[in-house]
């Protein structure tokens, strides 16, 4: 995280590029977090995964007992859902966590829910999040 408080954050993060795969593109990112249906405090932000993208609200699905790793669920356009996986910036050069990966592998990808779209990679605070897991 670079800068803010409330509910407006910009942080640093980092993308891997389809076009050349396990090189991180960074960039910094505004954030602005909101509560949704049924919950008590934030649990979802609105943000670019790249500057060249427009803002979207993305939820938080899952997040491990580590706060290393969460995955994210957006609305996608054709009425589908695709999910980002994050990871801290102290894991990001690691392999992904295993709970992590196994949520997404039986939860999600076994049952159609979303497919990982992109794998997001920055700094993560999970404190902006309501710690809750929805599956």
Same mark, same amino acid.
């Given at each position: ?21 396990? #090189? ?13 249906? #049924? ?12 500057? $060249?993208? *427009? ?10 007992? #580590?706060?290393? %790793? ?13 999910? $980002?996986?994050? #990871? ?5 050069? $690691?392999?992904? *966590?295993?709970? %992590? ?12 829910? %979303? ?10 605070? *999970? ?9």
């Amino acid at each position: 995280k670079k800068s803010g408080s409330g509910h407006h954050f910009i942080y640093t993060l980092r993308v891997e590029l389809s076009s050349a795969p396990k #090189q991180l593109a960074a960039y910094d990112a505004n954030f602005n977090t909101s509560i949704t249906t #049924q919950h008590l405090q934030d649990n979802a932000a609105t943000y670019k995964f790249g500057p $060249q993208y *427009p803002a979207k609200l993305r939820k938080l699905m899952y997040i491990n007992e #580590q706060k290393t %790793c969460a995955i994210l669920v957006e609305d996608l356009s054709d009425k589908e859902k695709g999910c $980002q996986l994050v #990871q801290t910036e102290l894991t990001v050069d $690691q392999e992904i *966590p295993e709970e %992590c990966s196994s949520v997404y592998d039986e939860k999600l990808r076994a049952k159609k829910i %979303c497919a990982l779209r992109g794998l997001l990679q920055g700094p993560l605070n *999970p404190s902006i999040f309501h710690i809750r897991s929805h599956h």
